[in-house]
């Protein structure tokens, strides 16, 4: 298997800041997967849902998946953020299961709307939609997970350290020698 850790929650779980940092922390690569998605097809997540429904964001969401992981293999490691409903499709969990280890950042709803209220995400209009969306949500995210990591009373660096702890737990990894060089 390669080296990848996939990092998984709702919105507003910190995927994305703190699979950048972990990734700079290992020296591996990072890939937002809807940022990946908006470089691949020159659209917004947004943008796809709105002219394509979320059926049909899921399957460009798939395909670039398909295409980050068969990367993955040939790099020094990577960290992916998963985006919050990626996982939902059975093609892609299974993916992801095959190749990585999945981290689950786990938040309260309260701090992910506080986080996205007001961002134009096409699932975070209502505080009533985004929270049951997160309770409907949260069994997937459970059942997928290698990890957990409770982001409650965390601070972004502390989640940081965990994620990265996982990934030299579970692959040996250890920090660049450009890092170690220098005394970082």
């Known amino acids: ?17 703190v699979g950048a940092r972990a990734a700079s922390t290992l020296g591996w690569e ?16 947004e943008e796809i849902f709105a002219s394509q429904g979320e059926q049909g964001f899921r399957a460009v969401e798939l395909e670039c998946l398909r ?17 919050g409903g990626a996982l939902t499709s059975p093609e892609a969990a ?16 309260e701090v992910g709307w506080a986080r996205v209220e007001g961002s134009g995400r096409p699932l975070a209009r ?21 990890e957990i990591v409770e982001t409650s009373g965390l601070s972004v660096e502390e989640v940081t350290e965990r994620v990265v702890d996982i990934a030299r737990r ?7 020698v450009v890092d170690q060089e220098l005394g970082r």
């Open 126 to 146: 209502s505080w009533e939609g985004f929270a049951a969306l997160a309770a409907e949500r949260e069994s997937m995210y459970l059942k997928t997970a290698d």
């Open 94 to 109: 299974a993916i992801v299961a095959d190749s990585a280890v999945v981290v689950f950042l786990r938040m309260c709803p």
């Open 30 to 45: 990072f890939v937002d997967l809807d940022q990946f998605v908006d470089s691949t097809t020159g659209r917004t997540p």
């Open 1 to 17: 298997m390669a080296k990848v850790i996939a990092v998984s929650g709702y919105m507003g779980a910190g995927k994305s800041v």
């Open 170 to 176: 579970r692959f040996g990894a250890d920090r660049p």
């Open 67 to 83: 295409e980050v992981v068969g990367r993955a293999r040939m790099g020094p490691g990577l960290v992916l953020a998963l985006g």
